[in-house]
Structures are given as C-alpha cells and as structure tokens.
C-alpha cells in the first residue's frame, strides 16, 4: 500500500480472477477488506482439471474512509483499490465495484 497525495492505493496480484464475480472489496470504518475467491475445471475423455483458491486480506489505514472516494479496478491480473480518508469521524460499511481495468490500475472508458 502506498500513500500519494492523500489518496490511499492499494495493489493485489490475483491472477485468472473475473472481478464481477469473484473479487469483493469492503470497506468498514478505516479498513479495506479484499476478498477472493475463484473455481474453474476442465474435462475431457482423458483428465480433470481444477483449479482453486482463495484470497482475503484487510488493511486498516489511519483514518476513516470517504466512501464517496473508493475505486477499485481490476485489470492484467491485478487488483487496485484508490481511497481518500474523511475530515471527520464517520463509521458505515459499504460493498465498492470492482470495474475491469486498462492495465494501468485505472478504470476502462465506457
């Protein structure tokens, strides 16, 4: 996670995710959580194939999150999640999309 210019940016590599469906992003308070999770098989006369996993991991920054201020973009096997921090005190939890990306870490034109 780094910081630039009071906006918050968070990376996670998740290869072979659709992020419509398999990722989640949330944010409670001061904490972003990601959540992961991904089942593909394959099969044939021959063989079956599975693959599997999952992924969560939830980050506290140092102060509350402006929700009207939470990106998160999915793009080459790579989560990015931008967010700015409220002036004051507020706590609500919220669930943010998670839009397919350029590559960048930046949100597709539509």
């Given at each position: 996670?780094?910081?630039?210019?009071?906006?918050?940016?968070?990376?996670?590599?998740?290869?072979?995710?659709?992020?419509?469906?398999?990722?989640?992003?949330?944010?409670?308070?001061?904490?972003?959580?990601?959540?992961?999770?991904?089942?593909?098989?394959?099969?044939?006369?021959?063989?079956?194939e599975f693959?599997?996993?999952?992924?969560?991991?939830?980050?506290?920054?140092?102060?509350?999150?402006?929700?009207?201020?939470?990106?998160?973009?999915?793009?080459d096997g790579?989560?990015?999640?931008?967010?700015?921090?409220?002036?004051?005190?507020?706590?609500?939890?919220?669930?943010?999309?998670?839009?397919?990306?350029?590559?960048?870490?930046?949100?597709?034109?539509?």
């Amino acid at each position: 996670m780094s910081n630039h210019d009071g906006e918050y940016v968070l990376r996670a590599q998740l290869p072979g995710m659709e992020p419509e469906s398999d990722i989640r992003v949330t944010v409670d308070d001061n904490l972003i959580t990601v959540h992961a999770d991904h089942a593909e098989s394959q099969e044939d006369k021959e063989h079956s194939e599975f693959r599997y996993g999952s992924f969560r991991r939830t980050v506290r920054l140092p102060g509350t999150i402006r929700p009207d201020k939470v990106n998160a973009v999915y793009a080459d096997g790579v989560l990015t999640v931008r967010a700015a921090l409220l002036d004051r005190a507020e706590s609500s939890e919220y669930s943010v999309p998670v839009k397919r990306g350029n590559g960048r870490g930046e949100e597709e034109p539509t």
